[in-house]
Every structure is written in structure tokens, then in C-alpha cells.
């Protein structure tokens, strides 16, 4: 087997993910990404059984396999047991590792969310945190959303808010003991490596687009993430 492949079967989500496809078609009709984007899950599982290099290749490039929302609906319904889902799941940690997902539009997005939602986590420990969660990252929050940022302390006591102190209640300051367990977590599962890769095949990838990467909401992180 080629390299690309040898790697792929090697993750455990593909060993529990694909038992023997029937090409049923049953995930797709099934599948709410399906009804989306030009999105077939029955076409993945049938190419990653087919164990073609270069056609896992091709699908480690495209946009086709950050179109899934891994909600598992296609496990619920495959009559041989089979998962796409978990199928995706590896060929996205594969284009990733690789480098890979920076050769699609869908993929260099990811670089968006590393900086959006996986740095406020590893910095406030919430996926999305009020302090930089602006109107400017996020227009569609609206200027009803400005309001409640700017008069957050000012509703605390009333609604239960206890924002950035310690203690109890909504966006409450996470203490550093649980912050350094959950960076932890980070680094034993590999996701601390896992954003370190996307950062350098992203700055690769600027690069060749002749975009600034600096960090932060630089030209390449506005061009993924607006265009």
C-alpha cells in the first residue's frame, strides 16, 4: 500500500468505522451535510475501501471531507454497522498531519478555528468568550450583542453573571489549577500538537498566497476566515 493509506488504516476510527461498505447509499440519503453541499458519505466509504493512494490523496486535498458535521446520523441508519463519520474523522487528523488541508478552501479554514474557538479555550476555558467575541469577528451577533458587552458587569448581579471573577456562575473566571489540567489534556491527546501543525502548514500556505501570517487576526487569517 502507498504511504497516505498505510497511515489512514492505521487509526482506530477507520478499524471501528468501516466494517464492508455495500455502497447502499443509505448514509447519504440519510446525511443532513448531504442535503448542503455536493456531499455523498456512501462515495467516501466506498474510495477508502478501494485503499487507492491516490484517490485518498485527492480527498485529503478537497473540501469534501470538512463538509461532515460528525453527527453520526449515518451510524444510526448503515446497515452493515459502518460509521463515515469516524471515516472523516480520520481523514481529516491525516490531511491535518500532512499538511494537507491547507491545499483546499474548507480545509485552511481551520486555521479560524484554532484561533477563534481553540485559543479562547486553552486561554479563558470557553469555546467563545465574551471579551473577544466582537461584532467585528462576528457581525452577525448584532448591535443588541454590543449592548450586552458593554453593560455585561452592569446585568451581573441581576442575571447571575459572574463575569472573568472567580467563583460561581456564567463566564466566571476559571481558575489556573483547572486551566494548566485542561492545557494538559491538550498536550497528552495531541491537540496542542495538532494546533502547532495547523499554524505551520497555514504559514506555509500564506506563503504562497502572499499573505502576512503574524499571528492574531492577520491578512491570511481574514482571508480564510471572511473570504
Not at 1 to 25: H, N, P, T, Y
Request: charged share 30%; with cysteine; aromatic share 10%.
Amino acid at each position: 500500500m502507498g504511504k497516505l493509506v498505510d497511515a489512514l488504516f492505521q487509526d482506530i476510527r477507520i478499524i471501528e468505522g468501516l466494517k464492508a461498505c455495500i455502497s447502499c447509499g443509505t448514509c447519504t440519503a440519510i446525511c443532513p451535510a448531504a442535503q448542503f453541499y455536493h456531499y455523498d458519505p456512501r462515495q467516501i466509504a466506498e474510495t477508502v475501501q478501494n485503499r487507492n493512494e491516490q484517490e485518498i490523496e485527492a480527498l485529503l486535498k478537497s473540501d469534501t471531507i470538512w463538509m461532515c458535521g460528525e453527527c453520526l446520523s449515518c451510524k444510526t441508519r448503515c446497515p452493515r454497522d459502518n460509521t463515515p463519520a469516524y471515516i472523516i474523522q480520520s481523514l481529516r487528523s491525516l490531511s491535518v498531519d500532512t499538511g494537507l488541508f491547507a491545499e483546499s478552501k474548507m480545509g485552511r479554514q481551520l486555521l479560524a478555528v484554532k484561533r477563534t474557538v481553540g485559543e479562547h479555550i486553552l486561554k479563558y476555558g470557553y469555546c467563545i468568550y465574551l471579551d473577544d467575541a466582537s461584532t467585528e469577528l462576528y457581525p452577525e451577533q448584532g448591535p443588541v450583542w454590543d449592548w450586552y458587552r458593554e453593560n455585561v458587569d452592569k446585568l451581573g448581579n441581576k442575571l447571575g453573571i459572574n463575569h472573568n471573577k472567580p467563583g460561581g456562575g456564567a463566564m466566571r473566571k476559571i481558575s489556573e489549577k483547572t486551566m494548566n489540567e485542561l492545557r494538559a489534556i491538550f498536550d497528552e491527546t495531541g491537540g496542542t500538537e495538532r494546533f502547532e501543525k495547523i499554524e505551520k502548514y497555514s504559514e506555509e500556505a500564506a506563503r504562497k498566497l502572499n499573505l502576512k501570517f503574524e499571528g492574531g487576526k492577520d491578512e491570511y487569517f481574514k482571508q480564510v476566515y471572511e473570504k
